[in-house]
């Protein structure tokens, strides 16, 4: 099996070769990038052996490379029209056979479960031979991550059977959803995206320093994505629900620097930026509910290795736009030849219903003069993301009560069965 381990792993990075170049080529071709974010996985030992234990199959080599989902790749975009791009550029791959596609966005499944799923086959070189292998794409709007993250913590593998009104409340959210969706996607067909400008040659990027600079941040950067890896993989090995979703990180583009630089006035220096620039390395957890954004908020406060500089509740207290997230600036050690240097990175940590707006507010407003009626349209659709976090949240709760319940009863009877034994025993 060590072999077949080695073909899916090398098949593995080729599909992340493939979706991360497809998406740095949509954002230099236009501003609307259909590519919110991907998540890659290869099905653990226990799964696969699951999955043909359940169908009665013999666990072979032949039966795993038959199953169509050992890999998986889910790629999340902000608008239906956007899961059109993408499905369309898949299909034109002339690598990318597809064995077969599953429409779960126009016929949902009885739970109401939507998203296009995509049975492929695809080569790769490994050790001079050509192996033909399958996997599983998953194209899906934020929204409906969002119902899926929802339904997966509460049902999956939980053994738990739901009161009919609770049943009927996650419905209703797929239903809502799917609405949410359907009206963002009108609005964003009457946008104007904004097109890529220019590139400007800014005097800081003639300057050496410059490149330090950024080689700095990288690292910071690099060591926050080891630390928030850290959190993602002791949830994974604990019974507790891992509260992330995803995570983003970026370094700010050398345009953005230069045009924040310029509209707040300052100096197009490389001093100036270290001193007025405090998200040039940026990192954005985004979890299911609330409370999820809650733990992780204590998680990194409570880190002794960096130090908190600042932090901004826009959960609590919302910017006029209608934009929510819990924001951290951070100081992050790196060290250098001459010793230690501390190094800011902002952390943004939000729901995937506030990763939604915001999305959507990014792609309509970022560098762009907006008018009023937009303006009031992105505050009316933050209240009714807003109420959908609410919800998502009260269903959760409810949940989780029900499996902390049900535990309860379990050590209970347990305890009666062992004191019986006991009693039955000294007898």
């Known amino acids: 099996m060590e072999q077949l381990d080695l073909i899916y792993q090398v098949a593995m990075d080729k599909l992340k070769y ?24 290869i099905k653990k030992k226990d799964s696969i052996e699951g999955k043909l234990k359940k169908k009665n199959l013999p666990i072979t080599e032949e039966s795993i490379r038959n199953l169509n989902d050992i890999l998986g790749v889910r790629v999340v975009c902000s608008f239906l029209d956007d899961v059109e791009v993408l499905i369309k550029t898949i299909e034109s791959d002339p690598e990318i056979t597809i064995l077969k596609c599953k429409n779960y966005i126009d016929t949902p499944k009885n739970n109401g479960y939507m998203s296009y799923h995509l049975n492929i086959e695809f080569p790769v070189l490994v050790n001079g031979v050509v192996e033909k292998v399958k996997a ?19 049902w999956y593998k939980k053994g738990i059977e739901l009161p009919e009104e609770m049943t009927n409340e996650i419905y209703q959210m797929a239903d809502f959803c799917k609405i949410v969706d359907e009206r963002l996607n009108v609005y964003a067909r009457n946008a104007e995206f904004r097109t890529p400008t220019k590139k400007i040659e800014y005097p800081f990027l003639q300057d050496k ?3 330090i600079t950024k080689l700095k941040h990288e690292a910071a950067l690099k060591i926050m994505e080891e630390k928030i890896q850290s959190i993602v993989e002791e949830y994974g090995l604990s019974d507790s629900p891992n509260p992330i979703e995803h995570v983003k990180s970026r370094l700010k583009s050398d345009d953005s620097i230069g045009l924040k630089l310029q509209r707040e006035q300052k100096t197009l220096t490389v001093n100036s930026i270290e001193e007025n620039i405090n998200d040039f390395a940026g990192i954005r957890i985004v979890c299911s509910f609330k409370s999820d954004v809650e733990k992780i908020v204590t998680l990194l406060k409570d880190d002794a290795t960096m130090e908190i500089v600042e932090e901004q509740d826009y959960i609590t207290y919302p910017k006029d736009s209608g934009y929510k997230s819990y924001h951290l600036l951070v100081n992050v050690p790196i060290y250098l030849q001459n010793g230690v240097e501390k190094i800011k990175v902002e952390i943004q940590i939000r729901t995937i219903a506030m990763d939604m707006w915001a999305s959507l507010e990014h792609k309509l407003c970022y560098h762009k003069e907006v008018d009023s009626r937009t303006n009031l349209e992105l505050k009316r659709i933050a209240n009714v993301v807003g109420n959908i976090d609410e919800s998502m949240e009260e269903i959760i709760k409810k949940s989780r009560n029900l499996v902390a319940q049900k535990s309860k009863k379990k050590v209970r009877k347990k305890e009666i069965t062992d004191s019986m034994l006991n009693k039955e025993n000294q007898s």
Do not use: C, G
């Open 18 to 41: 493939k979706f991360n170049s497809l998406s740095k080529e949509f954002s230099l071709l236009e501003e609307n990038n259909p590519i919110e974010h991907i998540k890659y996985r």
């Open 136 to 154: 599983e794409i998953q194209v899906r709007t934020i929204a409906m991550d969002m119902w899926a993250s929802l339904e997966h913590k509460i």
């Open 209 to 211: 320093k410059y490149s």
